[in-house]
């Protein structure tokens, strides 16, 4: 075990070192009165730069990964990075309509964990607007979801994941956890979950409303299972079950958790699709693994005699992604967008092998929960806790102290 949480140590170290060095970088160049946004993650290097237009998620995800390593290390560059970039993007947060559902994770890991974590009354203000303007802007009351966009029929395995904000402001306001509930009892009606433990990526409506069909885009085919929507619907489950505490969505989790585990790759990272049989062929996707490796780690708490399946492959995720993904500036490589050409494409190509902003995130909230025990932060019930930064670090300093 000792040797186990060196290797996370030194993940941090890597982490921080190199996030610090491309932020200071960042900050150097912005932002100004006119380009106060950041632009999507460059899936090359996973640079940023400033821009007038607010692109969503990516921003999110970046602010995350800074109080996630604001915790960790204490250092108050990150707390005040994170306060920045949630200032540059206050004002699009509450425009009406909110354009796409990925805003959620904005607000999310933006003023949301930001009022939890420096108890600023503005960002509480500012998340309760913004996820009121969600459901103003994709709930459908015909169907119950949250649509991928405004005016797009559309619903995807991994909605969850972008509604975080929901059951966040639930803890003020009932209403928003009755829809995030509605949304995901109309995830498991809809059977986007099979029996067996996969799923279908996406639910078609038609111009009526009226469901129409179920497919995958990103995968080798559309009844197939790509590796990062098998861990979407993971991840998605498991904050739905710690929202509500609906067993259903436990249930759920665990089937799609097992799956995954029964289907496991000799050495952890799965290709882009557990089914295509040129897999070998084709890229990896180490962002699928960080994923996978978050939402095991969650249903080993709720049901602990998961934990001697679920743990050595926990373990063999993030050593392998440390010593063989993370790069020397901080950035998990070898990320995949999976099948896009001839359906959507991030950039015309496959395969393709990309820095992904998800896994950049999700490889930190990995470490994190494995490094400290005390979760608040990520408490998705209707209450307000708090993560104090110095307990974290305390508890950080107690358990590699005490596997020395």
Known sequence: MSNYLNTLQEAVDILSNGTHSWMERLFSKGP???LKNLSSMNVWNGWMTWQADYRPADTGYLTGRLWLLYILTGEDDFKNWAIQLIKGMSSDLIRHPQLSHVSGVDTYYGPAWGYDITGEEAFKTLSLKS???QIDSIFSEKTNVFYLSHGRNVVNIDCTAFLLDQPWAGRYDNKFMDYFKKHNDEILNLRMVRKEGNYFQ??????NEEFDYLTTHQGWR???TWARGQSWGMHNFCAAYESTGNENYLNAAIKMC???????PSDYIPFYDFEDPEAFKRPKDSC???MAATALMRISRYVPEKSNS???IIEGILTELTENYLSIGGQLLHGSWGNTVGRW?????????????YGNYYFVESIFRQLVPDWSLFELNPKNTKMNPQIAQDMISNQMDHHK
């Not at 996406?202 to 111009?207: E, H, K, L, P, R």
């Not at 991030?346 to 092998?353: A, I, N, S």
Request: aromatic letters at 14%; glycine letters at 0%; a negative charge.
């Open 32 to 34: 100004t009165a006119e």
């Open 131 to 133: 996820a009121q303007n």
């Open 202 to 207: 996406v639910a078609y409506f038609d111009s």
């Open 222 to 224: 559309v009844d197939s």
């Open 258 to 264: 097992d799956w995954w585990v029964s289907h496991n």
């Open 288 to 290: 699928a693994a960080a």
């Open 310 to 312: 679920y743990q050595p």
């Open 345 to 357: 494409s991030r950039e015309l190509r496959f395969p393709q092998e990309d820095i992904v902003a």
